[in-house]
């Protein structure tokens, strides 16, 4: 196990929906990034869940900072 890696009973999994709100972003907005692969997820049934973790590195990694004149 990597060490940024978590046992699976400890991850916090998020339905697209709280995805979306944590984002501010529409819920077929994520879609798109969970199908572009930009986003993992895994299938539970006919929903997705996302770790939290990802979320936030995904945040984190498209960041864009603004410089000021």
């Excluded at 400890?10 to 972003?25: D, G, I, K, P, S």
């Excluded at 973790?53 to 000021?68: D, F, K, M, N």
């Amino acid at each position: 196990m990597a060490a940024d890696e978590r046992p699976l009973n400890e991850v916090v999994f998020l339905t697209v929906a709280e995805v979306a709100a944590v984002m501010r972003v529409s819920k077929m907005t994520v879609y798109r990034l969970v199908h572009s692969g930009h986003l993992p997820a895994i299938r539970v049934g006919r929903s997705f869940r996302v770790p939290e973790q990802a979320v936030h590195e995904y945040l984190r990694e498209s960041y864009v900072g603004v410089e000021t004149a």
